[in-house]
């Protein structure tokens, strides 16, 4: 099978675009560098140089920028402490998460829910927006992740 150098262009940032969407879906998890390397066919330092010629930054930098974005929302609509909103957003470290979110948006997490609450609708009890972000585990544990998939085939 001949390719032509378009056909592999195109295979190369397909490769690159399904690694880019396993990032968005996972934001919230830790990254593994080297599955998501694998996953789009590549090793590990060929992912970084080919992921940041397309995307102007590396898969780490990508990923932290999605997550201080997941986090101003955060900060503008659920009434969450700094800290549970750290850890939501796949942040291990208070101080990264702090240090991070003030090189993007120029404001401390503090300041910018200082700056932007208030505004529009009122905040989202912490509870429900722990549940939605998958923080704490439903009461009565009855969602789908405690189902037996072999009780779905009665």
Not at 57 to 65: M, N
Not at 69 to 82: D, G, I, M, P, T
């Amino acid at each position: 099978m001949v390719t032509t150098p378009g056909e592999a262009r195109l295979a190369h940032l397909r490769r690159l675009r399904l690694a880019k969407d396993t990032m968005d879906r996972d934001w919230a998890e830790p990254l593994d560098l080297d599955a998501v390397a694998a996953h789009a066919g590549y090793s590990r330092y060929h992912f970084i140089r080919a992921f940041k010629a397309v995307y102007g930054s590396t898969p780490g930098q990508y990923l932290s920028r999605r997550r201080i974005e997941r986090a101003e929302e955060l900060l503008r609509s659920a009434n969450l402490s700094v800290t549970e909103i750290c850890t939501l957003v796949g942040f291990s470290s208070l101080g990264t998460f702090s240090a991070s979110f003030k090189k993007q948006t120029g404001l401390t997490p503090s300041a910018y829910r200082d700056r932007h609450v208030g505004r529009g609708a009122a905040l989202i009890p912490g509870c429900y927006a722990m549940l939605w972000y998958g923080g704490i585990d439903a009461p009565g544990g009855d969602g789908p992740e405690d189902s037996d998939p072999e009780d779905s085939n009665s």
